[in-house]
């Protein structure tokens, strides 16, 4: 089956404890992305990869890291997390580039404390 | 990338055709259209995509005027299950980056 997977789905942490949230897709796209997604300011993209080894900044970077080292996967690191960063994430995979269908995975859910 | 405006919410009833609009004034040449669903707590899912004048699926249908400043997403009989978030998009062939807007929260009522 055709997906994208987010692993954890739900995690509570503590204020700079590092974590990492793996994303990974079975599909072979080129393109993959981070999204961060809070009540009243929608869907915010965070990084995104053109493809392997080829990563870029999207609009709210700042406080994360990804890498793309192979193609199928895409993990989002957060070297010291804050309580702003609570928030629901989502990874998603796409052909070649951002105009291609989005395929998106369920979801993890952070609270940092 | 071409800022959307849409409304952020409509109601409507089981049966009814729904139609949701999109501004996009400053659309490029090269932009496309495109249209995603969300559940709460799910992340977006496809509806559509088009450049120019009509493009239907088996769920939506996507009308596109001439001049493209603005589309409109058609779901015929909504039900229930149609209740969710839906997000207009525009984004060059070319484009890298993804920028959802607002989004318009739908209704479905019995």
């Known amino acids: 089956e055709a997906q994208v997977t987010q692993n954890p789905r739900y995690l509570i942490t503590v204020t700079g404890k590092k974590l990492t949230v793996t994303c990974s897709q079975n599909?072979?796209?080129?393109?993959m992305s981070w999204y961060r997604q809070d009540p009243g300011l929608g869907l915010r993209q965070i990084y995104y990869?053109?493809?392997?080894?080829?990563?870029d900044k999207g609009d709210v970077p700042e406080g994360y890291k990804v890498s793309r080292k192979e193609k199928r996967n895409f993990p989002l690191i957060l070297e010291s997390p804050s309580p702003n960063q609570t928030s629901l994430y989502f990874c998603?995979?796409?052909?070649?580039?951002?105009?291609?269908?989005?395929?998106f995975g369920p979801g993890t859910r952070l609270l940092v404390l | 990338l071409a800022k959307t405006t849409q409304p952020i919410s409509m109601d409507s009833y089981e049966g009814q055709e729904v139609n949701i609009t999109c501004s996009h004034n400053?659309?490029?040449?090269?932009?496309?259209i495109t249209w995603y669903q969300q559940f709460p707590s799910q992340g977006p899912r496809f509806i559509i995509q088009?450049?120019?004048t009509k493009v239907t699926n088996e769920v939506a249908s996507l009308f596109i005027p001439a001049d493209r400043k603005s589309s409109t997403l058609s779901l015929p009989r909504v039900s229930l299950s149609d209740t969710a978030v839906y997000y207009c998009?525009?984004?060059?062939?070319?484009?890298?980056?993804?920028?959802f807007g607002s989004g318009t929260r739908l209704s479905i009522r019995p």
């Open positions: 998603a995979s796409g052909e070649q580039g951002a105009r291609e269908t989005q395929y």
């Open positions: 599909m072979n796209h080129e393109y």
């Open positions: 990869s053109m493809n392997v080894e080829v990563t």
């Open positions: 400053n659309i490029a040449t090269n932009d496309y």
């Open positions: 088009g450049y120019k």
């Open positions: 998009l525009v984004e060059k062939s070319s484009a890298s980056k993804i920028i």
